[in-house]
C-alpha cells in the first residue's frame, strides 16, 4: 500500500506541474483529494486494514495528502500570480496616448474659417471685433446711416420688414452707430455677422454674412483705407495682390468707393498662361471684393455728443461679404452650396 501511495502522490505533483490555469487544478484537486478520489478511498480503508498495517499506512496517506496539497497550493500560488500579472499587462492602459472620439471631430463650415482669417487680419492690425443684432430697428438699419424715410438709397435693398421700426439688418453697418453711441473715438473694429436681404439666386442667398469696417480718429485718410485694405488683400490672396478703388455711391459714405484686388488667377493680366481670357475676372484683371468709403459727416452728427465732431475726427468704413471672399479663394460655384450642408461639400474645406 505505501508504495501505490508514493505513486499516487508522484503522479499526483507531476500533473499538478503541468496544469496550465487554476481551472485544471481544480480539476485534479477533485481527481486526487476529493471524495471519491483513490487516496480518500484508501484513507477511508484503513479501519478494515490489520492492526499492524493501519499505523503506517495511515501515516503514509496523511503524509501524501499534505504533499499532495502543499504542491496544489504553491502551483495555485504561482498560476495566480502569472494569471495576474497576464492581466495586468493584457489591459495595461496608456493614459498619455490622445482620445479616441467615436466619431470623426469636425471642422469649421468654411464660412466661419473665412470669417475667423479676416478677423485675423484685422486684428492684427489694431481693430477690435464686436457684434450687433442682427433684429434691428430701421434706425440703426437706415435712418441714423443716412437715409431717412422715403430715401430712394433704400430700395437698393430688399428688405425684410418685421414692423415699420424693426427689420432683419440688411447690412452690418448699423453697427457703426451702435459702436460710437458705446464709446468715443477714436474707434478702429471689425462687426462680422448675419444679414437678411429678400434675394435668392446662385449669387444671392436671403441670409448672408458681412464682415463691417470702420475706424475714426483724427487725421484719417482714403490713403488709410488703401493701405489697410491692400494688407487685407495680401493675408488674404497672396504677397503680390495690390488693390484699386473705383468710385461709387452708399448713402452713408462720402466719397464712396468699390475696392478691386488684383486677380489671383492670372495676377492681374486678364488672360491665362494659354493666352485665354481669365474667366475669373473676366479679362479685366480685376476682381471686385467690397464697398467702401469715408463715413458721412451726416452719420457723425447722430454721435456728435459722444465725440463725433465732424469737425474734428473722420474716417472710414467698408463692408464686404464672407460668402464672396470665401468663392473666390475656394472656387465655389454656386453659393447656396453653403448652406445646404452637404457633408461631401463641406468636407471639402476648413
Ligand atoms: N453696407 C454696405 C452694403 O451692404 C457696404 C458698405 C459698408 C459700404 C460700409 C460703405 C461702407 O452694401
Known amino acids: 500500500?505505501?508504495?501505490?501511495?508514493?505513486?499516487?502522490?508522484?503522479?499526483?505533483?507531476?500533473?499538478?506541474?503541468?496544469?496550465?490555469?487554476?481551472?485544471?487544478?481544480?480539476?485534479?484537486?477533485?481527481?486526487?483529494?476529493?471524495?471519491?478520489?483513490?487516496?480518500?478511498?484508501?484513507?477511508r480503508g484503513i479501519r478494515d486494514l490489520p492492526p499492524e498495517e493501519r499505523g503506517p499506512t495511515g501515516q503514509a496517506a496523511n503524509e501524501a495528502r499534505q504533499t499532495i496539497e502543499q504542491v496544489l497550493d504553491m502551483?495555485?500560488?504561482?498560476?495566480?500570480?502569472?494569471?495576474?500579472?497576464?492581466?495586468?499587462?493584457?489591459?495595461?492602459?496608456?493614459?498619455?496616448?490622445?482620445?479616441?472620439?467615436?466619431?470623426?471631430?469636425?471642422?469649421?463650415?468654411?464660412?466661419?474659417?473665412?470669417?475667423?482669417?479676416?478677423?485675423?487680419?484685422?486684428?492684427?492690425?489694431?481693430?477690435?471685433?464686436?457684434?450687433?443684432?442682427e433684429v434691428e430697428y430701421d434706425y440703426y438699419n437706415f435712418e441714423a446711416l443716412n437715409m431717412p424715410p422715403a430715401h430712394p438709397a433704400r430700395a437698393m435693398q430688399d428688405t425684410f420688414y418685421l414692423s415699420q421700426q424693426v427689420v432683419l439688418r440688411t447690412h452690418t453697418s448699423p453697427m457703426q452707430v451702435r459702436a460710437m453711441e458705446l464709446q468715443p473715438p477714436p474707434i478702429y473694429m471689425?462687426?462680422?455677422?448675419?444679414?437678411?436681404?429678400?434675394?435668392?439666386?446662385?449669387?444671392?442667398?436671403?441670409?448672408?454674412h458681412q464682415v463691417e469696417g470702420l475706424a475714426i480718429d483724427e487725421d484719417i485718410t482714403l490713403g488709410d483705407l488703401v493701405g489697410v485694405l491692400?494688407?487685407?488683400?495680401?493675408?488674404l490672396f497672396g504677397p503680390d495682390r495690390d488693390v484699386k478703388v473705383r468710385s461709387s455711391?452708399?448713402?452713408?459714405?462720402?466719397?464712396?468707393?468699390?475696392?478691386?484686388?488684383?486677380?489671383f488667377a492670372c495676377g492681374g493680366k486678364g488672360h491665362l498662361p494659354d493666352g485665354s481670357r481669365d474667366p475669373l475676372c473676366k479679362g479685366s484683371g480685376w476682381i471686385e471684393i467690397l464697398g467702401a468709403g469715408m463715413v458721412d459727416p451726416n452719420v457723425l452728427r447722430f454721435v456728435e455728443t459722444n465725440g463725433y465732431d465732424p469737425e474734428r475726427v473722420q474716417g472710414f468704413a467698408f463692408g464686404?461679404?464672407?460668402?464672396?471672399?470665401a468663392f473666390l479663394r475656394h472656387g465655389i460655384p454656386?453659393?447656396?452650396?453653403?448652406?445646404?450642408?452637404?457633408l461631401r461639400m463641406l468636407e471639402q474645406f476648413g
Request: net charge negative; with cysteine; hydrophobic share 40%.
Open 1 to 43: 500500500m505505501p508504495d501505490r501511495l508514493d505513486d499516487l502522490r508522484s503522479e499526483a505533483e507531476a500533473a499538478i506541474a503541468q496544469a496550465g490555469d487554476v481551472a485544471t487544478l481544480e480539476d485534479l484537486r477533485v481527481r486526487y483529494l476529493g471524495r471519491k478520489s483513490e487516496l480518500t478511498t484508501i484513507l
Open 75 to 133: 502551483r495555485r500560488e504561482a498560476l495566480e500570480s502569472g494569471e495576474l500579472e497576464r492581466r495586468l499587462a493584457e489591459d495595461r492602459v496608456d493614459v498619455t496616448l490622445p482620445g479616441d472620439p467615436p466619431w470623426p471631430v469636425g471642422r469649421l463650415h468654411v464660412i466661419n474659417a473665412t470669417r475667423r482669417d479676416i478677423e485675423d487680419v484685422f486684428v492684427g492690425l489694431g481693430f477690435d471685433v464686436a457684434e450687433g443684432p
Open 190 to 208: 471689425v462687426v462680422p455677422g448675419r444679414v437678411y436681404r429678400r434675394d435668392s439666386d446662385a449669387t444671392h442667398t436671403p441670409m448672408f
Open 230 to 235: 491692400r494688407e487685407f488683400a495680401r493675408a
Open 249 to 263: 455711391y452708399f448713402p452713408f459714405t462720402e466719397p464712396s468707393v468699390e475696392v478691386d484686388v488684383s486677380c
Open 320 to 325: 464686404m461679404g464672407i460668402e464672396r471672399i
Open 334 to 342: 454656386d453659393l447656396r452650396m453653403l448652406f445646404e450642408n452637404d
